[in-house]
T-cell receptor
């Protein structure tokens, strides 16, 4: 089946550090990738959508200068949390979909980010 | 606007008993519906989808879902639950822009 690899799975860093999270589709071409944030015992909140080679589209209320998204190839998207602060601590999940709105989204295993 | 609702925060069932996780939807046009499962500290795993065709959709791990247009429901079912089915289940609908709108999630607890 379709596999999405997300790395790292867990990161702890000091306040003010920038953190990069990678999301790779291993066996299909991900024309569209999504980044979500999930708070404990809550549903997923979509942060942004990116299409390969294009700028990401951010949801309302998500700071694009804070959460930098790059989708430079059909198999890789990155999310960089710039100058992270404790309130950025969360579980971040990426997902990828091949071309076509009817295709299912496949999710990475998430990244637990803890900012001290 | 497209949305789904999961009316139950938690469902408790004994192992071997039937499991049902409820989902209702509100869409304009044809609904594209999905079920995902999430284990602790993991991403979501795709279980099944309904786009068109048969109202009974079969998915992974023995799960199935029944699309009911008159009741605007898409309940997830499994005839005989396993302890390993204990997880968080999300119903989702795809909006016209291709984004998934998730329900709040239902925690399933299967007891031995």
């Amino acid at each position: 089946g379709a596999v999405v690899s997300q790395h790292p799975s867990w990161v702890i860093c000091k306040s003010g550090t920038s953190v990069k999270i990678e999301c790779r589709s291993l066996d299909f071409q991900a024309t569209t990738m999504f980044w979500y944030r999930q708070f404990p015992k809550q549903s997923l909140m979509l942060m942004a959508t990116s299409n390969e080679g294009s700028k990401a589209t951010y949801e309302q209320g998500v700071e694009k200068d804070k959460f930098l998204i790059n989708h430079a190839s059909l198999t890789l998207s990155t999310l960089t949390v710039t100058s992270a602060h404790p309130e950025d601590s969360s579980f971040y999940i990426c997902s990828a979909r091949s071309q076509g709105n009817n295709q299912p989204q496949h999710f990475g295993d998430g990244t637990r980010l803890s900012i001290l | 606007a497209q949305s789904v609702a999961q009316p139950e925060d938690q469902v408790n069932v004994a192992e071997g008993n039937p499991l049902t996780v409820k989902c209702t939807y509100s869409v304009s046009g044809n609904p594209y519906l999905f079920w995902y499962v999430q284990y602790p500290n993991r991403g979501l795993q795709f279980l099944l989808k309904y786009i068109t065709g048969d109202n009974l959709v079969k998915g992974s791990y023995g799960f199935e879902a029944e699309f009911n247009k008159s009741q605007t429901s898409f309940h997830l079912k499994k005839p005989s639950a396993l302890v390993s089915d204990s997880a968080l289940y999300f119903c989702a609908v795809r909006d016209p822009g291709g984004k998934l709108q998730f329900g709040a999630g239902t925690q399933v607890v299967v007891t031995p």
